[in-house]
């Protein structure tokens, strides 16, 4: 059973830079793309992008500009970065698994519990 | 951007209700709807995939209904560990969440 955790900081500054890893145990991180999503209090959940272990990525364009994924094979673990942090960057930030059951349709079936970073001074 | 409008977004109900949740895509999206349901402190939990496909283990008193842009998740004798935040997302696109919808009990 796949599991997933993230970890990182729970406060960042405004203008600096969230950083956050998600550790994939009880599986390989190859063959899946792996995604983060986040939510504000209140708000919906956002997808902020996905990457795939060749390194292939892709991002909401709604936030592109200020984020950027990576991931480490050899730990089995993947990362994310949000750049020039405000307020409205404070949410609870998830990790997910992509999948396809059925071998079409995309799902997001497994996920981290969430950490919530808080952007302030 | 595709936007997904559940409702409603909060509704109470007793052990052994039926309820219905609904989900609208602003366009067409091919069968490419999911559904999650999100407990406090948790990841939310994949339910259904292309509209009407369980996933392994869930219940079959969850199902899935729908097509074009109108979809429908039901819960059929409604369970204490059913009481949760149910969202919709689409996977055509970008993916995108609905606002979701707090099933509480009455």
């Known amino acids: 059973q796949v599991q997933l955790q993230e970890s990182g900081p729970g406060l960042v500054k405004p203008s600096e830079t969230l950083s956050l890893t998600c550790i994939v145990s009880?599986?390989?991180?190859?063959?899946?793309?792996w995604s983060w999503v986040r939510q504000p209090a209140g708000k919906e959940l956002e997808w902020l992008g996905r990457i795939y272990p060749t390194g292939s990525t892709n991002y909401n364009p709604s936030l592109e500009s200020r984020v950027s994924l990576s991931l480490d094979t050899s730990r089995n673990q993947f990362s994310l970065k949000v750049m020039s942090v405000t307020a409205a960057d404070t949410a609870i930030y998830y990790c997910a698994r992509e999948s396809r059951p059925g071998g079409y349709y995309r799902v997001f079936d497994t996920w981290g519990q969430g950490t919530l970073v808080t952007v302030s001074s | 951007d595709i936007q997904m409008t559940q409702s409603p977004s909060s509704l109470s109900a007793s052990v052994g209700d039926r309820v219905t949740i609904t989900c609208r895509a602003s366009q067409s999206i091919s069968g490419s709807l999911n559904w999650y349901q999100h407990k406090p402190g948790k990841g939310p939990k994949f339910l259904i995939y292309?509209?009407?496909n369980l996933q392994t283990g869930v219940p079959s008193r969850f199902s899935g209904s729908g097509s074009g842009t109108e979809f429908a998740l039901t819960i059929t004798d409604l369970q204490p560990e059913d009481f949760a935040t149910y969202y919709c997302?689409?996977?055509?696109?970008?993916?995108?969440f609905g606002g979701g919808t707090k099933v509480e009990i009455k």
């Open positions: 009880g599986g390989s991180i190859n063959n899946y793309y």
């Open positions: 997302q689409q996977s055509y696109g970008i993916p995108t």
């Open positions: 292309g509209i009407s």
